[in-house]
């Protein structure tokens, strides 16, 4: 079993940053792929970005340009650098880890 705790959620003002973290604890025996979900609203949940083991990375369209993800391989975890937050990324954000296991998620409100 592998566990991910999730932190760094909170309420910011739109244009604001906030920083997320996610980390991954348990039976870990190889670097695996991260990836960060959401689910806002009445949405269903969707992709915003995955980094590889390699530390390649893609993002969902929304967010390009204005998130970052990064992780540290010594320490297991993975953040998500998010800049000029928009209304629209309030949601609750969730960790991936090698596809299968899921964080408790953070909630992120971004309001005026």
């Known amino acids: 079993q592998v566990q991910l705790v999730e932190s760094g959620g909170g309420l910011v003002q739109p244009g604001q940053s906030l920083r997320l973290s996610c980390a991954a604890s348990?039976?870990?025996?190889?670097?695996?792929?991260f990836a960060w979900y959401r689910q806002g609203p009445g949405k269903q949940r969707e992709f915003v970005a995955g980094?590889?083991?390699?530390?390649?990375?893609d993002y969902a369209d929304s967010v390009r340009g204005r998130f970052t993800i990064s992780r540290d391989n010594a320490k297991n975890t993975v953040y998500l650098q998010m800049n000029s937050l928009k209304a629209e990324d309030t949601a609750v954000y969730y960790c991936?880890?090698?596809?299968?296991?899921w964080g408790q998620g953070t909630q992120v409100t971004v309001s005026s």
């Open positions: 991936n880890w090698a596809y299968i296991y």
């Open positions: 348990g039976s870990i025996r190889s670097i695996n792929r």
């Open positions: 980094i590889s083991s390699g530390g390649t990375t």
